[in-house]
């Protein structure tokens, strides 16, 4: 097996406080997780905010650089990539999604810009008619066309559709991996499924290799394939996503998932009057 | 603590704290003579009753923002009010909130309050937290200094703070301490009302349940009514009473929780609820399909038609009127058909 992505005991700390309480933060310890690069899979982060998820994401696209520990991505470490055509041929095979679709995209820039300048960086692509097409291509695997986003602004589609540009856009250099962070927190419930069932098409027909990282257990469960759970830094549950979210043998892990609100009004408002008689009782009162 | 009791429910049932009647309230913008109108809320009708808690549910962009603000009397140009009204009962006395906005300014925070989207953005990071209790409720309670002080101290307890957090900046407390700063600025003078915009939406899975448990808590301990958006129905599930569905700025249903979830009427509920995960679940969700409308140039006939799955020639050419139909009210021509398709 040839790993696509492998994580080598990855940590990252932060110096922090003044000059006379200088301490260090720890926001990622040990890291250590291999991805397949034969077989494209979900590959998912879940964690609470504070977690470490977004240093991860960060340090996977070269944007952070692990202060221990690798990052080897096809073999290659990618703290070591340092000329411009190394970066871009490594940018080519590792694309990000972000979290706001309203704030990935300048409110004062028509999206097909987007779109046409990933195609001539990348792709090295001259003339207009090879542009469009690269653009349409791609615009077409997340159920769009060119046709529907030439001149448009961000303010003027809904953040599910944005969302799915982005995912369009990072399609056009032909990645092996895709990294999204909190692709679907920032989009509405009723638009969520098209984008997560987005990313299965996209494994499935491209062989993409997703790394999903979200703090919403539900989704996580319905596509991944394996999953990692990260609390203050460190995995803390790791291995087959149906496995660990079902029966999730840590007592964080158990909180994660009950923190879940079931889809059903009885058993929802169970929890919510158990949460209720014990704040009356006075007894847990949640961290805060 | 004085907490107030729940009212009576033999009197509470007889006047409902709210009727919004036929409202329509239009963004109007006019761009070098050209006039462009979003029709955000139209033709809204609906009542809530005392010691209830109302949820309204919508894709964003769906005009339920709008909706409360208007209903909040928050509103400003270019959003007006175009036709309709908007009238509380508090206590007997009948507001009329876009007739009479000195009643309005009195009854603001004293009966009615408003807990905003992002707990972060409601208070102001450069002074401490005590300012914002004393800009918001002091004009309000007519307490001395001292005696407004313990009512806050006392309040800030009941939602589970410690009352030092009022000597602190906003900066200085989590997401979730903030939220349930925003619940208790909007429930200390223990209105009759509350409207809360996305009240959990930007918080942690871990802190949401505790912020809903809080929410539900204060409600019952002042028999207030509680009118509130979000776009996730999970959340509706645990704490609503009844649901409104907003499609396009129309109500499109409306009834109570457990029935709307065990026999959506409208198509567009039914997908709503279909298309939630849940884990142990993992068949495929179908995604909607089409984009949502432009409220500028809304669809003709029923709003939804373009991506409804039993859209009929009629669909297209008439717009359905809000029926009464089991528990509760659904404009669909096929409303019937749903639950077997």
């Not at chain 1, 993409?208 to 999953?227: G, M, N, W």
């Not at chain 2, 001292?146 to 602190?168: C, K, M, N, T």
């Amino acid at each position: 097996m040839s790993a696509l992505l492998q994580l080598d005991h990855v940590g990252r700390s932060y110096p922090v406080g003044g000059l006379f309480a200088r301490g260090k933060m720890q926001a990622v310890k040990d890291l250590s997780f291999t991805l397949d690069a034969e077989r494209p899979e979900i590959f998912t982060i879940v964690g609470e905010s504070g977690s470490g998820k977004t240093t991860t994401a960060r340090m996977i696209l070269g944007n952070e650089v692990p202060t221990s520990g690798a990052i080897r991505f096809l073999g290659k470490d990618v703290t070591t990539i340092r000329s411009r055509g190394d970066r871009l041929a490594f940018m080519a095979k590792v694309q990000p999604i972000f979290q706001n679709p309203f704030e990935a995209f300048n409110p004062l820039t028509t999206l097909d810009f987007y779109l046409f300048s990933t195609a001539r960086r990348f792709l090295g692509l001259k003339t207009r008619g090879e542009i469009d097409a690269a653009a349409d291509k791609a615009l077409q695997h997340v159920g769009l066309s060119l046709a529907e986003v030439r001149g448009r602004y961000s303010h003027e589609l809904s953040g599910g559709q944005l969302q799915r540009i982005a995912v369009a856009r990072a399609l056009i250099p032909g990645p092996k991996l895709i990294v999204a962070d909190e692709p679907v927190s920032m989009v509405d419930a009723s638009l969520r499924m098209s984008i997560v069932n987005l990313f299965r098409t996209l494994r499935d027909e491209l062989g993409v290799t997703i790394i999903y990282i979200t703090h919403d257990l539900s989704t996580a469960y319905y596509i991944s394939d394996r999953v990692i759970i990260m609390h203050k830094g460190a995995v803390i549950e790791a291995g087959e996503a149906r496995a660990v979210l079902g029966h999730p043998s840590q007592d964080y892990s158990r909180a994660l998932r009950n923190a879940v609100l079931p889809p059903d009004p009885v058993a929802a408002r169970r929890i919510i009057n158990e949460r209720l008689e014990r704040r009356r009782s006075g007894l847990a009162e949640g961290a805060g | 603590m004085q907490a107030t009791l729940k009212p009576d429910v033999a009197t509470s049932s007889a006047e409902p704290v709210l009727r919004v009647e036929d409202l329509k309230a239009y963004y109007q913008m006019n761009y070098f003579g050209v006039t462009r109108e979003v029709r955000a809320v139209d033709d809204i009708t609906l009542t809530i009753q005392r010691n209830e808690i109302y949820g309204i549910a919508g894709e964003s962009s769906s005009g339920k923002s709008s909706l409360i603000k208007t209903i909040a009397g928050a509103i400003r140009p270019p959003l007006r009010v175009v036709a309709g009204s908007v009238r509380f009962d508090f206590g007997g006395r009948t507001l009329d909130v876009y007739d009479d906005p000195e009643a309005m300014r009195a009854a603001r925070w004293r009966h009615l309050s408003y807990v905003m989207q992002g707990s972060m953005n409601v208070l102001n990071p450069v002074r401490r937290v005590k300012h914002a209790f004393h800009d918001f409720a002091v004009r309000h309670m007519g307490l001395s200094p001292s005696a407004f002080r313990a009512r806050v101290e006392a309040h800030l307890e009941q939602i589970g703070l410690d009352p030092q957090v009022l000597e602190a900046y906003p900066h200085q407390l989590s997401g979730g301490m903030r939220q349930r700063l925003a619940i208790g600025l909007a429930t200390v003078c223990e209105p009759e009302f509350i409207i809360a915009d996305e009240p959990t939406t930007a918080l942690d899975v871990l802190v949401q349940q505790d912020v809903l448990a809080l929410i539900k808590d204060v409600q019952m301990r002042l028999g207030s009514s509680i009118i509130f958006v979000t776009h996730d129905m999970t959340v509706h599930a645990a704490i609503a009473d009844r649901i409104g569905i907003i499609y396009a700025g129309r109500l499109v249903e409306e009834g109570p929780t457990q029935a709307m979830f065990e026999r959506p009427q409208h198509p567009y509920t039914a997908h709503l609820i279909a298309s939630l995960p849940r884990i142990g679940d993992t068949t495929r969700r179908q995604s909607l399909p089409g984009k949502p409308p432009n409220l500028a140039d809304p669809p003709s006939g029923c709003r939804f038609h373009p991506r409804c799955p039993l859209a009929v020639a009629k669909c297209a050419s008439e717009s359905p009127p809000l029926l009464p139909r089991g528990e509760g009210r659904v404009a669909c021509w096929r409303a019937g058909e749903v639950a077997a398709a």
